[in-house]
Structure formats: C-alpha cells, structure tokens
C-alpha cells in the first residue's frame, strides 16, 4: 500500500535535480546523525522521512555507490555499528524483531546514489486501532525526538 506523503514527495524530486549527495551534505549529517551509535567509518542518522517508528540509516562516511566499493576497515566495523544500533533500538522499543535492508539502484528503490542500510524496529501490530482497514503503521515519534533519546546518555 502506498501513502501520499506531500513532503517526501517534494524531497524525492529535490534530490533527483540536484548533484549533490544527500548523505554527503554536512548540514543534513548534523540535523540527522546520532553521535553515540556512530563510527569512524559509518553514521548513524534518523530517517527525515520514516517508514515507521525507530527508521535509523547506516551510511558509510565516505561517498560509495556499491558494497564492492567498500574498503576493508569499512567492512570490519560495519557489524559492530549495526549491532551498537539494533540494541539501541530494542531498548527503546521494547523489540527483538527487524527489518534491515539495503537497496542499491534506482530500480531497486533506491534514492540516493549513496548506499545505506535502513534499520527498523518492528513491533506487534496493535489490534482494533488505526490498522482496521489497512497495514498501515503510523509514526508516534519524530526522527528529532528520536534522535534526542538515542544521543541523551
């Protein structure tokens, strides 16, 4: 099921006119990073526009189109970064379950021409709500609010 979301809509076109890389842009790495689940070689960044509640990105610092182009000590933290993220994600949402993808080309769904793993937590359906109708998930926390209580210790 697809849902109309104004905003996204106008950054997915924003980003396929510009040259810039989205993930490579300092301001957006400041608005978005979560400092404590970070490396030297991986950011940690909230989602601007989540799929559902807890959606972290695991983007490598350096600009990489393909996980062929990975060096080795990228490599190597990568699962530690990965690991840090999912159990900072159960403790804040109370879940052992998640999505963790990666999409690589424009026909994959990919967006940005930068890879990056999205990483979500998945909770029990929550029964006679807001889902009565559809699989629909609707988002309680804002990617500014959860990146304040991943970066509050």
Known sequence: MKI????R??????ISKTKSC?????????NQQCQSLSGEFWIVMVNKYPYMDGNLMIIPKRH???IEKLNGNEKTEFFDVLEKTKKKLEEIFKTKDFNIGLNIGKLSGASI????WQIIPRKAKIQNSTNIF???EVITISPLEL??????E
């Open 4 to 7: 109309y979301d104004s905003k």
């Open 9 to 14: 809509a106008k950054y997915r076109k924003s």
């Open 22 to 30: 989205q993930f490579c842009d300092t301001g957006n790495i400041k």
């Open 64 to 66: 990489v189109c393909d």
């Open 113 to 116: 021409k930068h890879i990056h």
């Open 134 to 136: 559809a699989d629909i």
């Open 147 to 152: 990146k304040k209580l991943i970066d509050k």
